[in-house]
């Protein structure tokens, strides 16, 4: 089950009431900058962009190739470890607005994960070490460390112990 925090509204649906939940003035912000950081070519622009001004946690040497869309309202429930790839398209999200409700949930990808492009990361996941996502991919719930899943839904493909099973049957 993913780790999100959930608020009841009262009226129309949660969207209709977003600038009671964040500030109009960070997402146009947050907004702004992600736009910058999506189309930018240089990788250590676009850590320092989301670590100065979104507040996210971003390991060294982690890469976010072209046009990774992190969320616009609550970057900052974002870290991610170092020396990690996130795909092209990619989408992070910490926050969900649905009908009666909206919840919002910290992502934590770990150290050396491998995000393909198009996936989708649902809020209140968290991606273990040496992980890897497959392309298009939407991760619904946590990943184990060392684990390769893929698919929509999201199902576990290869853990690290069946690696090393494989590996000493061989």
Not at 35 to 59: D, E, I, S
Not at 78 to 100: D, M, P, R, W
């Amino acid at each position: 089950m993913r780790k999100t925090e959930r608020y009841q509204v009262d009226q129309s649906n949660s969207l209709w009431q977003i600038y009671k939940t964040v500030s109009f003035w960070k997402v146009v912000k947050n907004f702004i900058i992600i736009q910058v950081a999506r189309y930018t070519p240089f990788l250590r622009m676009k850590n320092w962009l989301y670590r100065t001004f979104l507040r996210m946690g971003v390991g060294d040497e982690t890469a976010f190739a072209l046009m990774v869309m992190p969320d616009v309202m609550f970057p900052e429930k974002i870290s991610v470890g170092k020396n990690t790839i996130i795909g092209y398209n990619t989408t992070i999200l910490a926050h969900e607005y649905l009908i009666k409700e909206y919840r919002l949930g910290e992502v934590k990808i770990g150290n050396n994960v491998m995000i393909g492009a198009n996936a989708t990361i649902l809020p209140g996941v968290t991606i273990g070490d040496n992980a890897i996502v497959s392309a298009g991919t939407l991760v619904h719930k946590d990943v184990p460390a060392g684990a390769f899943v893929g698919g929509n839904p999201m199902q576990l493909i290869k853990t690290m112990e069946t690696k090393r099973d494989n590996e000493v049957g061989e």
